[in-house]
């Protein structure tokens, strides 16, 4: 079971209680816009996402909930995805509208960044972003990630980032 904490963060591997928090932030056209994903038709399909999540079974690491730690409030998602075709670990972030401009997408990041290189032994975690979302492209920077190389995205104009782990071999 992936557990992390931080200052004022509890990251835990999704269970089917979030189902509303990922549907309500998943249904948030301002969270969404940057995604190719789209919302989430019922509350049912957001409970059967988590069901159905076999990221931590196949790779022992995946997008992880993120609750405040001083309410236990649902924040968002925050975490690693494996890319088996890419051969690649992915970080990933998506945070409710009413909590940014807080940090807590860069806390959850770094604590995931961390996860990846100490407890996984992740050589490189990737970052992918379309070029007009500044505040993620922030949040990666932030994180300690830096510029790799631009790709398309879905015929939409991306940057991927990059972090290496110093310790790998």
């Known amino acids: 079971m992936i557990t992390i904490e931080t200052l004022r963060l509890y990251l835990r591997e999704f269970r089917e209680e979030d189902a509303t928090g990922m549907y309500l932030l998943n249904n948030d056209e301002d969270v969404i816009r940057f995604t190719e994903d789209r919302p989430f038709v019922s509350l ?24 405040l730690k001083n309410t236990g409030e649902y924040a968002g998602w925050c975490g690693l995805k494996y890319d088996e075709d890419a051969n690649e670990t992915n970080l990933g972030f998506r945070f409710m509208k009413s909590l940014w401009n807080n940090g807590y997408a860069t806390e959850a990041a770094i604590a995931c960044i961390d996860y990846g290189f100490s407890k ?10 379309l070029r007009e ?8 920077q932030k994180a300690g990630l830096q510029y790799w190389k631009d790709e398309m995205f879905h015929d939409r104009q991306g940057l991927v980032y990059k972090i290496e782990n110093p310790d790998w071999r």
């Open 133 to 140: 979302n500044t505040a993620s492209v922030k949040v990666l």
């Open 120 to 129: 996984l032994k992740t050589g490189r975690i990737t970052g992918r972003v």
């Open 44 to 67: 049912e399909e957001a409970a059967s996402l988590i069901r159905n999540y076999d990221q931590y079974s196949k790779y022992h690491c995946g997008r992880l909930t993120v609750l």
